[in-house]
Structures are given as C-alpha cells and as structure tokens.
C-alpha cells in the first residue's frame, strides 16, 4: 500500500469510532482524533495541495508531518472542482488501522461519509455540505498520482 506524507493544519476528536468487538459487549464511546492537513507536492484543479482528511490514534499538533495510506476521497454535493473532495487517509503502520484499507471497511469503523463530513466542517468552521459518495482507495491513489503530476509539470521536476 503506497504510503504518503500530510502536513497537519488542525486536529479534532471525531464521532469516527470501533463497534464492539462483540466477545466482551464493550462500546467504544470515544471517537479516533481526525487531522485535517494537506498532502505536501501536489496541485489540485484550483492549483492548492490536495485536501486530506486522516484518521489518527493521538492528536497531533498544527504543523506536523505524519505518514499515511490513502482510503478513499470524500465525494460531497455541489462541489465544484477537485478541490473540495478531500482524500481519505489513515496513519500508515498503526495496528489500529491494520485491517482499514478502502472505503468499504468504514462502514465497520461508523466512519460513513456523514461522520467525515461533520468532522470536516468542524475544522474548517464551515459548512461541509451534504455527501453524496466516498470514492474508493484506486481514485484516492489516482487523485494524489495526477496532483503530483500537475506540481512536478509546474515546479519542472519532472523525471
């Protein structure tokens, strides 16, 4: 699973939790922190670093850089350009996340795209407008390769 940095703008507790484990019957009541950041060379349709949503053990504090593996992307009403489809992340190698790979395990984690998108407008202090669809792992990896390819086209580093 490729694996991609974000830099962290603003991190907040979230209603994205676990169901019971079902042997014991405990609940989880407490949601993972979600990190709302960007993913660093890239380029979106308005020509900003791609929007990113990740799920995290720990909070982690405004400007930090943690490695993550792309779920999927957050597909909301009304959006006008790529911009406001943020990816779907996960923090890479914590035994948390282990068995969260695409968008159809987020139904398990109550991490429909109606938890993302309350999450998000927390953080950004706006109106997160209503979700129509969370796009799957391949178009979140497709959306990061094309972003990196418009930032490589305009920075002229190019391989």
């Given amino acids: 699973m490729p694996r991609i940095t974000v830099d962290i703008d603003t991190t907040a507790s979230s209603t994205i939790r676990t169901s019971d484990d079902g042997a014991s019957g405990r609940l989880t009541a407490t949601g993972w922190p979600v990190g709302h950041g960007r993913i660093p060379d890239t380029l979106d349709a308005d020509g900003l670093p791609l929007d990113a949503l990740v799920l995290m053990p720990e909070p982690a504090l405004a400007g930090a850089t943690v490695p993550a593996w792309p779920l999927g992307v957050l597909h909301r009403a009304g959006a006008q350009s790529a911009s406001a489809a943020p990816v779907l992340l996960c923090v890479a190698e914590d035994p948390s996340f282990i068995d969260l790979v695409d968008t159809d395990d987020l139904p398990r984690w109550h991490a429909e795209g109606d938890a993302w998108a309350a999450v998000l407008a927390r953080l950004q202090r706006r109106t997160a407008g209503e979700v129509i669809d969370c ?3 391949a ?5 990061i390769s094309d972003a990196r390819h418009a930032y490589e086209r305009l920075t002229g580093c190019l391989e």
């Fill in 135 to 137: 796009g799957t792992r």
């Fill in 139 to 143: 178009e979140a990896e497709h959306l």
